[in-house]
């Protein structure tokens, strides 16, 4: 095996699949990075058995050439040192090489690498999964559907399911929804062809390393579904992520059918006057801050640790209807939420003091999070 390539795209690469190797992994092959050389480019190889990814470099894109000097041939490489080697070598092109003992040299400018490297027979085959459930979304929306959602996954491991982000098509809609039992987020997209897409739940972490990979383009991605088993690909990346097992809770009679009290206001007023009031309530593990309705459109927002002070503010809301309140919640979870709607004014409809609110956006019913208040007495 041999061949010549930038160094820039190998090192992009060689990013993406180290997002699937883990030290931890029970089958020592998998510590390691399978490297295939072929006609059509180079390909690289990583997997902890829970998430795997094939990056894939061609020969040339636009006119551009990335590798040249081609011998077919496939290794496995050391991924604890590999990273680090291409990283650090001097010059923009890497000459690779193996020979029949698995001997790797990998030369730039005057500095040359020996690695030992390992039979890629033995590592294990990625499935190959061909589905009639499949279906296309651009890159950059499939970004925001993770981003507006995985934040709300539960972090314990108490309940697994929790952990993952239930996706299921109702209503011709392709529905992300996350709950980790104190806040929910959930985002719904109409689907441009018909899918019968069974509901899935896609672990957190898959989601946010996938999101992590993809740039933000209009290209499209195609996401395939098995009964374990999901996989991303575009035209350079296969990223495969088991699904979590059981079912996941019905969410939906979460969500409050009426309100009682309804603010709409200016998100990023509101969330850096939540964060300003959280600075102080850092204390108490959750951090909780208050919400207070006045007369004019007031809303008094405070934070209070009695070891260390009190912070009071008063933001002026675009409107409020309904009746008075006072509530309490983490603000943690309202800056995320916060964050993740990416618009400019949100409404949030509130049911009493303590019952679930939501905070949507002004003119977007597809974004909804749900939070659940704090007693505080």
């Known amino acids: 095996m041999k061949f010549t390539i930038q160094r820039e ?25 399978k490297l295939e050389v072929s006609e059509q480019g180079v390909k690289l190889t990583g997997s902890d058995s829970d998430i795997s990814i094939e990056s894939i470099i061609p020969l040339e894109e636009d006119g551009i050439v990335y590798v040249e000097h081609i011998e077919p041939g496939s290794v496995v490489l050391q991924a604890k040192y ?15 090489e193996s020979d029949d003992r698995r001997n790797i040299t990998i030369r730039s400018g005057k500095a040359e690498f020996h690695l030992n490297g390992q039979d890629a027979e033995e590592y294990p085959q990625l499935p190959q999964l061909h589905t009639e459930d499949s279906f296309e979304l651009p890159t950059d929306l499939l ?5 507006q959602t995985v934040f709300a996954v539960s972090s314990s491991e108490t309940r697994p ?19 980790d039992s104190h806040r ?4 719904k997209i109409p689907l441009e ?22 740039d933000d383009s209009e290209d499209t991605i195609e996401i395939s579904v098995t009964e374990n088993q999901v996989l991303f690909r575009t035209k350079y990346l296969y990223f495969l992520s088991r699904l979590l097992e059981g079912n996941y809770p019905e969410t939906s009679r979460l969500i409050p059918e009426q309100s009682k009290t309804v603010v709409k206001i200016g998100t990023k007023e509101f969330l850096q006057s939540v964060d300003r009031a959280s600075l102080l309530a850092k204390e108490n593990r959750n951090n909780v801050v208050r ?36 509530i309490s919640f983490s603000a ?12 400019d004014q949100v409404k949030v409809e509130f049911t009493g003091a303590m019952r679930p609110f939501l905070i949507r956006p002004v003119d977007d019913e597809q974004i909804l999070q749900l939070i659940l208040p704090v007693r505080t007495y």
């Open 143 to 147: 970004k925001n559907l993770i981003r």
């Open 184 to 187: 929910l987020a959930s985002r």
């Open 161 to 179: 399911i929790l952990t993952g982000v239930h996706v299921r098509v109702e209503n011709e809609e392709l529905h992300f929804t996350a709950t």
């Open 332 to 343: 943690k979870y309202m800056m995320d939420a916060l964050k993740a709607v990416n618009y």
């Open 9 to 33: 795209q190998l090192m992009e690469s060689v990013q993406h699949v180290m997002k699937a190797i883990s030290s931890r992994t029970t089958i020592p092959i998998l510590t390691g990075m």
């Open 82 to 96: 590999f990273p680090d080697i291409v990283r650090k070598l001097p010059q923009s092109t890497v000459e690779i």
């Open 193 to 214: 062809s018909k899918t019968d897409l069974p509901s899935v739940v896609i672990p957190g972490k898959s989601l946010t390393e996938l999101n992590k990979i993809l």
């Open 291 to 326: 919400l207070i309705t006045k007369d004019g459109n007031q809303i008094e927002i405070n934070g209070n640790s009695p070891e260390v002070g009190n912070v009071v503010e008063e933001v002026v809301a675009d409107s409020i209807e309904g009746e008075d309140l006072k």
